[in-house]
């Protein structure tokens, strides 16, 4: 804000302020509105905390005080204990001003985004107005206010030059709208204060100032109001919007989620699906393998179970026999003289005998447990878990009798035959094998064909194990 101040001293005749002063209209209505704006941007520094209200308030609080040191009575306002503010207090108040009006200026136009030159220049100035304002203090007080009309000049002349600066560089804004206005402001304020004190010569400087800072404080009041109404208004545009983007945003993510959990629903879904059907899979698979398994263990001439299914059952039942401790027997028989059969009666009647001795094999091994097998050619065996030699001596002999007392019946007619069997018992153990029962077996049956056949040789070694 500009301030004008001649080059002599302010001592004015006191008749001319008092005629100012001597109307209580015009000097209530003008402290009631520069107080009113004072409390105003006070109250508004307290609810924002942005110092453009306290630098204002500061400007508005010297400009009091300074118009206070000139009113020629002001000790009938106040009290004693304002006895210090007095004319020789008025340059140091006007350099007070102007820092606060520098401040506020900065801080209002934004030079420091805009202009870094006058914002650089504009605390510079504040700081040179600090020192001068206590130098003032000690100066004759002509001098002092010669001092204090340069700085309000000079200070004038910078925020003009600033203000003219952002009205050339900057673009459409409401920064520049600020700019023009504030521009207004001070020169209207300038205009008026030269205006009455040059051609009023009955007003004393005192209203001069007086008209200046009116002029200045409505001004800036029109502006402050308005750009706090407008920073209130885009604060809350931009909390609306903002509030609309999370609400779109929310929608957005509530919809990614409810796409998420279908697309996991249809994928749980899908995988189960698929699962079951390759439990299926798996399972007709298992059936197939077990088809396969088990077609692979039977014979195809007898039906009963092959060389490769003997030899892993012997196997489960010596290990079972070895940890149970319970007593396996093993029969292995053959038909005696049967190559004589094939080259008498042809192989058809030769795989008729070995069709029926399966049969009665099977007839005699009763239990789910004991399993009759085919071990090759016209060889077969019999695996008899939990039974002693006198058992399975028994059973054997049962089978040889059956076999020896009837003909059998086959395409080239009835054929007499006999059938050796050789018959070991053990106990499972860890000395030995399964190969060692089925060795036993064999040197059994080999004794019974050698001592004359159709007969059931009893091993003594494998006896002597199981005992």
């Not at 040191?69 to 108040?93: F, I, T, V």
């Not at 249809?266 to 077990?290: C, G, I, P």
């Not at 395409?411 to 029962?437: H, K, W, Y």
Request: glycine share 6%; aromatic share 10%.
């Amino acid at each position: 804000m500009a301030m004008f101040v001649p080059f002599f001293s302010l001592a004015e005749p006191l008749s001319a302020n008092q005629q100012f002063f001597s109307s209580g209209v015009n000097y209530g209505l003008f402290f009631g509105f520069m107080l009113a704006v004072l409390l105003s941007n006070t109250v508004l520094y307290l609810m924002t905390k942005s110092r453009t209200f306290i630098y204002y308030t500061g400007v508005l609080a010297t400009a009091l005080l300074l118009i206070l040191s000139w009113e020629p009575n002001h000790s009938g306002y106040l009290s004693n204990n304002w006895s210090w503010l007095k004319q020789d207090a008025a340059p140091s108040l006007l350099m007070a001003m102007l820092a606060f009006t520098l401040l506020f200026s900065n801080r209002l136009l934004h030079f420091k985004a805009t202009a870094m030159l006058f914002h650089k220049g504009a605390l510079l100035g504040v700081l040179i107005l600090t020192v001068l304002a206590i130098l003032v203090t000690v100066l004759p007080h002509t001098i002092a206010l010669n001092i204090a009309f340069v700085g309000a000049v000079i200070s004038a002349l910078w925020l003009v030059a600033g203000m003219l600066y952002q009205i050339r560089t900057l673009q459409p804004s409401f920064r520049l709208l600020i700019s023009k206005f504030y521009l207004v402001a001070v020169l209207s304020s300038s205009l008026v204060f030269g205006y009455v004190y040059l051609t009023a010569e009955k007003l004393p400087m005192l209203s001069a100032l007086i008209s200046g800072v009116f002029i200045h404080s409505l001004t800036l009041m029109i502006i402050l109001g308005y750009g706090y109404g407008r920073d209130k208004r885009i604060k809350i545009e931009a909390q609306t919007e903002a509030l609309e983007q999370a609400k779109q945003a929310s929608q957005a993510q509530q919809a990614l989620l409810e796409l998420q959990q279908s697309q996991q629903e249809e994928l749980e879904a899908s995988v189960q699906e698929r699962t079951f059907e390759l439990e299926v899979t798996l399972r007709e698979l298992e059936d197939k393998n077990r088809e396969l398994e088990e077609k692979n263990t039977l014979d195809s001439l007898t039906g009963l179970r092959n060389r490769s299914y003997f030899d892993k059952k012997l196997l489960a039942e010596y290990r079972r026999s070895r940890r149970e401790q319970t007593v396996l027997s093993l029969v292995m028989f053959d038909i005696d003289h049967f190559k004589n059969v094939n080259d008498t009666y042809g192989h058809p009647a030769g795989d008729d005998v070995i069709r029926v001795v399966a049969s009665l094999a099977s007839q005699v091994a009763k239990r789910p447990t004991d399993i009759v097998c085919r071990y090759g050619g016209e060889e077969f065996s019999m695996i008899l878990p939990c039974t002693d030699s006198p058992g399975a001596y028994t059973i054997a002999e049962k089978l040889r009798a059956k076999l020896a007392s009837q003909p059998i019946h086959t395409c080239a007619g009835p054929i007499d035959i006999t059938v050796s069997f050789g018959v070991a018992s053990m106990l499972g153990n860890r000395q030995q094998s399964e190969a060692s029962l089925l060795q036993y077996a064999d040197d059994a049956l080999y004794q019974a064909k050698k001592n004359g056949r159709d007969q059931v040789w009893l091993s003594e070694e494998a006896n002597l194990e199981a005992s």
